[in-house]
Every structure is written in C-alpha cells, then in structure tokens.
Nanobody, 123 residues
Framework: QVKLAESGGGLVQTGGSLRLSCAASGGGFSTYDMGWFRQAPGKEREFVAAINMNGGATAYADSVKGRFTISRDNGKNTMSLQMTSLKVEDTAIYYC????????????????WGQGTQVTVSS
C-alpha cells in the first residue's frame, strides 16, 4: 500500500499560481499511474489530471487544460501539479491518488488517497 501526502495548497488571487506536491511512501511509486482530483463544497470529487508511471503520458480535464501541468519525479517519489491562471472555480480540496483500475478520469479507479490540500482562489 502506498501512503500519499499532499502539500502546497493555500490562498491565492484570481490569475495567480500554485504548485501542489504529492509525496509517496511505501515503495513502488514508479510502477503506479497517478492522478489528481478535487472536491469543492457540496460537489462530487472530480478528475483534474493524470500521469502514467514513467511520466510519458498525461491527461487533463477540459476545465484545466492549458492552465495546469502534471509531472512526477520517480527518483524523489513525488508528483506535482503546477496550476496557473487560477480561477475562483478552481477552489477545492485537491487530492492525489494511485490509479489501480481502468477509467483514468473516474475516482473509483483510484485508491490510496491522500488527506488533501485546500486551494482557495479569491476574486
């Protein structure tokens, strides 16, 4: 089992940037596809971005495409999400997770969720 811990969240103004990190422990990080999801109050958890085990393939939700960049460093057992041009609607708790089943954009395909990090974008 992989243990994940997100960090890097905070309060930022519209148009600003943040970089989220996901640190993994427990071994085998380089053998897992990974993903970022977010959940706003009163809404379901939604897909943000995903990356395959060697970082050679990525996928993004349409709402963040062109603004967010997912990456990973298998040597450091970390995954990142660089967020730019942030909007108020990006406000949510952001989670990282390991993808263990098919359906890249579905939360049910993921396990080993971190505790989340809060991102708040003010207007």
């Amino acid at each position: 089992q992989v243990k994940l811990a997100e960090s890097g969240g905070g309060l930022v103004q519209t148009g600003g940037s943040l970089r989220l990190s996901c640190a993994a422990s427990g071994g085998g990080f380089s053998t897992y596809d990974m993903g970022w999801f977010r959940q706003a109050p009163g809404k379901e958890r939604e897909f943000v971005a995903a990356i395959n085990m060697n970082g050679g393939a990525t996928a993004y939700a349409d709402s963040v495409k062109g603004r967010f960049t997912i990456s990973r460093d298998n040597g450091k057992n970390t995954m990142s999400l660089q967020m730019t041009s942030l909007k108020v609607e990006d406000t949510a708790i952001y989670y990282c997770a390991v993808r263990r089943r098919l359906a890249t954009m579905t939360p049910k395909a993921y396990d080993d969720w971190g505790q989340g990090t809060q991102v708040t974008v003010s207007s």
